[in-house]
């Protein structure tokens, strides 16, 4: 196996790394401590296991489903780019509310967020 192949694994977004059921969303939102910036919040709770794990929801006012469709692809696209440097062993919920669904306004918004819940390494 080339090293570009085993460096391009670790950036994958796995089913594992997602958080799946409604009662462990719920369990985020209810034991979770809270970070907001303009266009996201994220809620951060610990999980007891080695992965960090999470799920992207949309406000239920964003638009119409392509439009939320396209908001959770950016915010996930961006998650899975700086997965790499978050400690391990918390699940995360990300609200992304309605702004601007470029790239790097929400990588920009993503990573202020996860400094300021001391979630890097």
Same mark, same amino acid.
């Given at each position: 196996?080339?090293?570009?192949?085993? *460096? &391009?694994?670790?950036?994958? !977004?796995?089913?594992?790394?997602?958080?799946? %059921?409604?009662?462990?969303?719920?369990? /985020? !939102?209810?034991?979770? +401590?809270?970070?907001? *910036?303009?266009?996201?919040?994220? $809620? =951060? #709770?610990?999980?007891?296991? $080695?992965? %960090?794990? @999470?799920?992207?929801?949309?406000?239920?006012?964003?638009?119409? &489903? /392509?439009?939320?469709?396209? @908001?959770?692809?950016?915010?996930?696209?961006?998650?899975?780019?700086?997965?790499? *440097?978050?400690?391990?062993?918390?699940?995360? /919920?990300? #609200?992304? !509310?309605?702004?601007?669904?470029?790239?790097? =306004?929400?990588? @920009?918004?993503?990573?202020?967020?996860?400094?300021? &819940? @001391?979630? +890097?390494?």
């Amino acid at each position: 196996m080339l090293d570009d192949e085993r *460096t &391009a694994r670790s950036f994958r !977004f796995r089913k594992t790394e997602r958080i799946r %059921t409604r009662r462990e969303i719920s369990r /985020v !939102f209810d034991d979770g +401590v809270r970070w907001t *910036t303009k266009g996201l919040r994220i $809620t =951060v #709770v610990p999980n007891g296991g $080695t992965q %960090t794990r @999470a799920v992207f929801v949309t406000v239920r006012k964003y638009g119409n &489903a /392509v439009v939320r469709n396209r @908001a959770r692809r950016v915010v996930s696209e961006c998650w899975r780019l700086i997965k790499s *440097t978050l400690i391990q062993g918390v699940d995360v /919920v990300v #609200v992304i !509310f309605p702004g601007e669904d470029r790239f790097q =306004v929400r990588k @920009a918004q993503l990573e202020s967020l996860v400094q300021r &819940a @001391a979630l +890097v390494v």
